[in-house]
């Protein structure tokens, strides 16, 4: 990254491939940016409505983290805004730099970094006069970055082991089975309860998608639903072939990738013969499913609803279904939103009905909700601990201050990826904040 310290040393975009001429790049680069009159009529519009106005830094994690010219959403986005206007319009092509249209400079280094130094958390969009979304931009960037072999070289990696193995950590059936056995016993000998957390049941009535992180990392949270489920009576189950939501595909505007990741899911889903597909703590795997997916109509009619565990639990609280004890977690928590859920799915009152059900002493961030800010790991960030001291200082440097002024000693993130910053954020700061995700608490305080 140009503005990273030591970032022309390690840069965040290696390229995959062997270098093409720099007049090629250059023209790919243009060819890739004037196609966009042929697509999505949101992105051509993004292309001519900014009123550059400043309200997007102003929202900007990164910006506000330390602003430097390229972090600025408007300038980031006039890398290719300006090669729209300059190759695939009449006035463009007359006015020239008059109305910022202009040529790609041939850096595509600065052009791959300054869209890997954008979050994607869409908060720009939030507040935005016009309605811009930079993320769109940010992705279709990143997309042309793809294209050219200059995909962070651990993104790449994580969607290559994700396609070849159904899971982003690269566990096979047999890692997944070893983990469910120890969680079985982790259960009863913590509670003596017999709790199944089943796998490759034809005809359960739900097929349970986490996060692979949820199974093998913070395996607390898929321990407190499958306490739930054991509560309630519920037929459910995992799948030892397809048990991570995740899908990098997303974050790299890599449709092809996103789209394959997506439909070994649903042809599990149809092979379980579920009723009820339920996605786990993780945002963009949700969105993906539930906003995408099922929206468009990738793969035709479903045979089954779509839903989230943070929807599921949340309802079955407000029936009365399942009593906790507070004093199992008696200590200040609180709730970070993921972008994807806060901004992306609308999922924000159904943890806090989780947490205040479950906590002694639930506290808000502020802002919280659809307003939060980023946790500073989003959009992939958070697998790249090259940019570590980037994510520590720059992006993270709000959630940080946010956490502090809540005095929490827990936070909650439902999204494996915000853990995964939050805790490295709490390590580097020295905070001794533990990070979990919303379902721990139940875990601990489901009175069974």
Known sequence: MAHIQAAKETPVAELQKSADPPGKIRQDVIDAVTAIKNGPQVLKLYMEMCARCGTCADQCPVYQGEPTRLRNPVIRTDLIRGVFKKHATSSGRIFGPLINANDFDGDIQKFVDAFYECTGCRRCATFCPMGIDNSVVTRKGRAIGDQLGYTPERLRKVIEVSLETGNTDGANREALKETVRFLEGEIKDEYGLDVRIPYDQVGAEVFFVPPSGDLLVNPEAVMGIAKVFHKLGVSWTLSSKAFDGANYGLFT???????????????????????????????????????????????????????????????IIKKGAIRFDKSANPEPV????????????????????????????????????????????????????????????????????????????????????????LSQLMEYHDRGVAIGGVHDVVYRAIVM
């Open 253 to 315: 505007g890599d449709d092809k990738s996103m789209k394959e990741d997506n439909k070994l899911y649903v042809e599990e889903a149809k092979r379980l013969k579920c009723k009820t597909l339920m996605m786990g703590e993780c945002g963009h795997a949700h969105r993906i499913m539930k906003f995408m997916m099922e929206k468009a109509g990738w793969w035709g009619p479903l045979p089954f609803e779509i839903t989230n565990v943070l929807q599921y639990t949340a309802k």
């Open 334 to 421: 609180t709730y970070h939103d993921p972008c994807n859920f806060g901004r992306s799915c609308g999922i924000t009152e159904e943890p806090r009905v989780i947490m205040k059900a479950a906590c002694a002493d639930f506290r808000e961030m502020t802002p919280n909700r659809h307003l939060n800010w980023c946790c500073g790991g989003g959009g992939g960030l958070s697998a790249m601990d090259e940019i570590l001291e980037f994510r520590m200082n720059v992006s993270g440097r709000l959630k940080l201050s946010q956490v502090d002024d809540t005095r929490a000693k827990f936070c909650a993130a439902a999204c494996s990826n915000c853990k995964r910053q």
